[in-house]
């Protein structure tokens, strides 16, 4: 089973929604079998937490499953995942901080956004709805980027 790990900060918001869109598009490529999904927080703020309400909300409502348990990032994640995937930059630094050496297939979640203006998945936390949507449709474009790139790396 090739293991991929999605990391924000808080792990409410972007990473659980990241790991929901990511697993009903294996589903979709019948890839499920193959490829499994995990996310998690650098911070400690909202372990146990199931994902926001609004995350929830947006989820739902384009039709994507999504259920979690805020969990934080820690050194064991290292040698679990095949693939490590930072929402934001912030969230990149924090992770190298825990690994402590340099993971093969570690990146941010935009460098597989061909439509990217910033490396960036925006915090939608302290925004409004809107703000839940761009994130929902920019992890859409790089989640099936990055399922072509594992696929291709994997032959599958
Ligand atoms: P996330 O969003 O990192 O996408 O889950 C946040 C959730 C909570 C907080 C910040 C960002 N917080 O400060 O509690």
């Not at 911070?43 to 805020?70: E, L, Q, V, W």
Request: net charge negative; aromatic share 10%.
């Amino acid at each position: 089973m090739i293991k991929v790990l999605f990391v924000c900060l808080g792990n409410i918001c972007r990473s659980p929604m990241a790991e929901a869109i990511f697993n009903r598009q294996l589903k979709e490529r019948g890839l499920s079998a193959q490829i499994a999904s995990d996310s998690a927080g650098t911070s400690r703020y909202h372990i146990g937490a199931d994902p926001d309400p609004r995350t929830i909300d947006c989820s739902i409502g384009n039709n994507t499953p999504i259920d979690h348990k805020a969990r934080q990032v820690r050194i064991e994640d290292y040698h679990e995942f095949d693939y490590v995937l930072a929402m934001d930059q912030n969230n990149y630094r924090d992770i190298a901080a825990v690994f402590k050496k340099e993971h093969p297939h570690f990146y941010l979640m935009r460098e597989f956004d061909e439509e990217r203006d910033s490396l960036d998945v925006p915090d939608p936390y302290f925004g409004g709805m809107d703000g839940f949507q761009e994130v929902y449709d920019m992890l859409w474009r790089a989640s099936d980027k990055l399922i072509d790139s594992i696929a291709r790396e994997k032959n599958l």
